[in-house]
Structures are given as C-alpha cells and as structure tokens.
C-alpha cells in the first residue's frame, strides 16, 4: 500500500533537517551550527517567527544564537520540528534529557514538542528500574524540573512526585533523594501533599509501617504541622 500524501511529505520534510538546501536560516549553538528553514521555524513557533520577522538583529542576520542550552538538546528540538520525533544520543541520562528538551520547548513556544517530551519522560521514569542510580537521576531531574517550570506548570513536577511518592520508601533510604528533599522545600511540599491524599489520615494512625514512613517524611522535611489533624 501506498503510503498516505501527508505521510509521504512528512518523510521527505525529514530529509531536509540540517541540510543546508533551501535552508535560509542558521541555528548555532556554541561551535555546532544548523541549517534550517524559516518556514519550519515559523509553523512550529511564534516565538522564533518574531525573531526572525521582528525589528532584531536575527531578522537581519538571519542567524539565531542559543546560549543556554546543550547542542544535543538544540539538535533535538530542530529534529523535532522536521520529524515530530527525536533520539536521545548515546551515553545520556535520558530522564535528563527529556527534561531539558521539555524546558527548551516551553522557551521556545513549541506546544507539540512539550507534549512529545512529557511522553517520552514519563515512559522513562515509569520503566526505570529501582536502585541508586534511579534514585540519583531523579533527584538531579527533580532539581532541573523546579528550577526551570513555574509552579503552575505540573508536567514534569506531577510525574517526578508521583513517582516519588510510589517508590518512597527505598528512596528515603538513599543520601542523593534526602538531599533533594531536604533542600527543595517546593518539591518536598508537593510530595508530602500527594503522600498525604492517597494514604489519608486513618492510613496515618492505622498502619505502624506507614507511621514509620510518617517519621520518615516528618524528619527529613522537617515540618511542624501535624499532618495527622
């Protein structure tokens, strides 16, 4: 069978990532350079399409220079846009990575590629298995995700305390998730919140393995309600 019209654009549109044919604009990124196409640009984000129309100097230059992000992460969100899908490169924390591709999306105004970086992360921290490295990744991942979303954006916060939440116990017993709680009060506050509704207080005063758990939470956020009521 054929394959669709629009199936069969898309697979050319990715031949044309970083390839400088047609290519009108150039993307660099510390020594690493891309080519792309205005017009990619310019369907995926307001954002870049005012800089490149607006009355700045990339309008001018018709070169666009990101500072503040890792070339494999400008790589990815370029790759994104031409394909609707990117590859994390090899020897990478990829829980990380995800992260970061998230945060240039939400820089950029780039709604499809949050999307498709929350769905990647989520299979990731949901497929990981449990031990010392997961539980140091996630807490690196935990402080990249509160430093760079507002409180209100719950993408990645509602995934990294949900998993946090459900793998509580061996976290707590290990230095690099105490360090994270005890330093990021955000993260703790929202942890302790979701601890809090789906265990609910006759789990609280019921259960002395849960109890413990309690002291756990108590001792290492150090709160002074009473969480009990």
């Known amino acids: 069978m054929e394959p669709k019209p629009i199936e069969a654009f898309g697979a050319s549109l990715q031949g044309y990532y970083n390839n400088k044919c047609l290519s009108d604009v150039l993307v660099r990124c510390g020594d690493q350079e891309f080519a792309v196409h205005s017009l990619v640009l310019f369907c995926h984000s307001d954002y870049f399409k005012r800089q490149l129309t607006g009355p700045w100097k990339e309008s001018e230059d018709k070169t666009i220079e990101i500072k503040d992000f890792d070339a494999n992460i400008v790589g990815a969100m370029l790759r994104f846009l031409y394909s609707f899908d990117y590859d994390v490169p090899p020897n990478t924390r990829t829980m990380i990575f995800h992260a970061q591709v998230y945060q240039i999306g939400d ?22 298995e449990v031990d010392a490295g997961f539980a140091s990744t996630l807490a690196d991942t935990i402080s990249i995700v509160y430093s760079t979303t507002p409180s209100g954006d719950r993408g990645l916060r509602d995934i990294v305390v949900q998993s946090s939440c459900t793998h509580f116990e061996y976290l707590t017993s290990e230095a690099s998730f105490k360090e994270v709680l005890g330093r ?46």
């Not at 970086?117 to 497929?127: G, H, L």
């Open 184 to 229: 990021n009060e955000d993260f703790s506050a929202d942890l302790v919140s979701l601890i809090y509704e789906s265990w609910g207080k006759f789990t609280w005063r019921s259960s002395l393995g849960l109890s413990r758990t309690k002291a756990n939470i108590l001792s290492h956020l150090r709160l002074s309600a009473d969480i009990t009521g």
């Open 107 to 128: 820089k950029y105004g780039i709604e499809t590629l949050k999307k498709h970086a929350i769905n990647k992360f989520e299979s990731v921290v949901n497929e990981a």
